[in-house]
């Protein structure tokens, strides 16, 4: 199994420290530009040229994440200029007090200098950096303004404004999304939380590739999303096949429940280096028309060219058949997959869903799906492995207890023989004994068994 390296603490403060030190150097040149820019204004006079705008820093060898931003994008002076602008409310907000100073005649700061109050907080906009960059010449506001509307870098990179703060995108504030005050800061990867705006969150496990118990026609399988990942970007841009090939990855998991689909998924994320996001149908689904595509639609969007694996449990209430429109709401539901159809064919990252019943799928998925992975019930060789590996090495198993014929006698699934153990273990733990003796086994295993058969109200 390909695995990345994982980065050790020491080059994550190293990566903290490059980043610290390339950002000071970008700052040094933006307090030379504001000290240009305010003393001419204060100073001009008829006779008085145009300054000449000193060029911003050059990172020849980019070793910090900004950088290697900076460098990777080929990013113009303007650019930079407003990409630092939108940074100092994070890391030096005393740096817009010159900025600040108070026009004798209106009482109020200077309205050419652009600055804007939003939240209790001074930020820079863009009429700020077109002031830096040429003072009241209309062609920089144009620039500006060009740069804001037309940049993918620049779209990318800045928070959407409020609509209603400000009536031009060149007086809106200028702030960076979370995830890149993050990504120049801290040089640590963005893991948005779960809320209203983005119905998703990480799963982890503390398993490892190698504690999974699967069949080896399911590893294969899984072994095709590992080579996607690690080779996907060479087929396309090297072997020059993109054109031919769908954007990204799409897999489906399907089985009974406790077999292992989003424990693996998890895992798989792991293996190759890829942060794993559950979607929340709870939050996602919504009775309102629309809705529902639009809350799919936030989440795609922010996990669009990003390193996650966006993982859909239960994925039947979602990626359901379409019926026949006898009604208002059957109609509701097909226009979801007809969303889900198109918007998972051009999502350019790993999607993974997961069903107890590939039947439940709309056939119209299929054909979409890189890979379809089958996890059967455990036979009894891997039920064996469960069960050895289950227990802690602080218990002990009686002599009496006979591992090969509980995996032979009881056809339980990965799940629940880990909790027949936990129930065990939190026995042991009450009694105050290490031992474990055949009644404690089939005291877990009878209250599983009568899990299984209660009836459900």
């Not at 809320?195 to 399911?218: C, E, G, R, Y």
């Not at 009974?256 to 280096?273: E, I, R």
């Not at 054909?367 to 802690?392: D, I, N, Y």
Request: net charge neutral.
């Amino acid at each position: 199994m390909w695995q990345h390296n994982t980065a050790k603490s020491g080059n994550k403060e190293c990566k903290l420290s490059h980043n610290a030190n390339d950002l000071s150097h970008e700052c040094e040149w933006l307090k030379e530009l504001i000290h240009l820019r305010i003393t001419h204004y204060f100073e001009q006079n008829k006779q008085n040229v145009q300054i000449n705008i000193t060029e911003p820093p050059h990172f020849t060898e980019p070793h910090s994440q900004y950088s290697h931003f900076i460098y990777s994008n080929e990013l113009t002076t303007l650019e930079r200029l407003l990409i630092i602008l939108a940074l100092i409310p994070v890391i030096k907000p005393h740096m817009f007090d010159v900025l600040l100073s108070i026009n004798e005649h209106t009482n109020r700061i200077f309205t050419e200098f652009g600055m804007v109050d939003h939240g209790g907080c001074m930020y820079a906009s863009g009429a700020t950096a077109a002031f830096i960059l040429g003072g009241d010449n209309v062609a920089s506001q144009c620039q500006v303004l060009k740069a804001l509307l037309t940049h993918p870098v620049l779209k990318q990179l800045l928070a959407n404004p409020s609509e209603q703060h400000s009536p031009s995108m060149l007086n809106a504030p200028l702030a960076l999304t979370s995830e890149y005050v993050q990504t120049f800061t801290t040089a640590t990867p963005y893991r948005p939380e779960l809320n209203h705006t983005f119905a998703a969150s990480l799963i982890t496990s503390n398993m490892k590739w190698q504690d999974l118990t699967l069949p080896s026609t399911v590893q294969s399988q899984l072994d095709e999303i590992t080579q996607w990942v690690k080779h996907g970007t060479t087929l396309k841009n090297e072997w020059k096949i993109g054109k031919q090939l769908r954007p990204g990855y799409r897999a489906l998991f399907y089985g009974p429940p406790g077999t292992g689909k989003t424990l693996t998924a998890s895992v798989l994320g792991q293996a190759v280096n890829m942060d794993v996001y559950k979607i929340d149908l709870s939050m996602v689904t919504s009775k309102y028309i629309g809705e529902t595509q639009k809350n799919l639609e936030l989440i795609f969007s922010m996990a669009e060219h990003r390193n996650w694996i966006l993982f859909f449990d239960e994925a039947d209430a979602l990626f359901g058949k379409r019926q026949e429109s006898n009604s208002a709401n059957d109609q509701f539901a097909n226009q979801n997959v007809a969303y889900l159809l198109q918007r998972i064919e051009r999502f350019n990252g790993v999607i993974i869903l997961a069903s107890n019943f590939k039947d439940n799928i709309d056939n119209a998925f299929f054909r979409r799906f890189e890979s379809v992975v089958h996890f059967p019930p455990p036979k009894p060789a891997q039920r064996l492995t469960m069960w050895q590996s289950g227990f802690c090495a602080k218990t002990q198993l009686s002599p009496e207890i006979n591992l090969q014929h509980l995996a032979d006698q009881y056809p339980l699934s990965g799940a629940e023989i880990v909790n027949v153990i936990r129930c065990v273990s939190l026995k042991l733990l009450a009694e105050n004994r290490v031992e474990v003796l055949p009644k404690d086994i089939q005291y877990a295993l009878s209250r599983t068994q009568a899990h299984q058969t209660q009836a459900r109200w």
